[in-house]
């Protein structure tokens, strides 16, 4: 009997969290990985904070009231998310300031169907 390993559902190609200390100011970089945290303070003027995590580390990703009314479904709902955005570098902290928002938890529940 042959084994055969399980199907892995593919992650979208993006930059390990550990790594983004390399791109530039400015530079447009793709994120992805489990929501941790959701925050939008009252004093925040409508920004929401997010904290994702992927096996490296953990990325803090800034949305403005513009693209979260553009993705409020994925900023919401998500599990897990692939984000597009800019790099932002202040006081020794990077964040990346989101341009697109993609809900990517179907991935999680592809997880749970592979069998050994």
């Given at each position: 009997?042959?084994?055969?390993?399980?199907?892995?559902p593919?992650?979208?190609?993006?930059i390990?969290h550990?790594?983004?200390?390399?791109?530039?100011n400015?530079?447009?970089?793709?994120?992805?990985?489990?929501?941790?945290?959701?925050?939008?303070p009252?004093?925040?003027?409508?920004?929401?904070?997010?904290?994702?995590?992927?096996?490296?580390?953990?990325?803090?990703?800034?949305?403005?009231?513009?693209?979260?009314?553009?993705?409020?479904?994925?900023?919401?709902a998500?599990r897990?998310?692939?984000?597009?955005?800019?790099?932002?570098?202040e006081?020794?902290?990077?964040?990346?300031?989101?341009?697109?928002?993609?809900?990517?938890s179907?991935?999680?529940d592809e997880?749970?169907?592979?069998?050994?």
């Amino acid at each position: 009997m042959n084994y055969a390993p399980p199907k892995w559902p593919k992650p979208p190609a993006c930059i390990p969290h550990d790594q983004l200390d390399l791109p530039h100011n400015g530079a447009r970089v793709c994120v992805a990985g489990l929501v941790l945290v959701r925050q939008r303070p009252g004093t925040a003027k409508g920004v929401i904070f997010i904290t994702l995590e992927d096996e490296t580390g953990i990325s803090n990703i800034i949305v403005w009231r513009k693209m979260y009314e553009r993705f409020r479904r994925a900023v919401i709902a998500g599990r897990a998310l692939r984000v597009t955005g800019r790099v932002q570098r202040e006081s020794g902290v990077t964040h990346i300031i989101a341009e697109q928002i993609e809900d990517i938890s179907a991935m999680l529940d592809e997880l749970i169907r592979v069998e050994p």
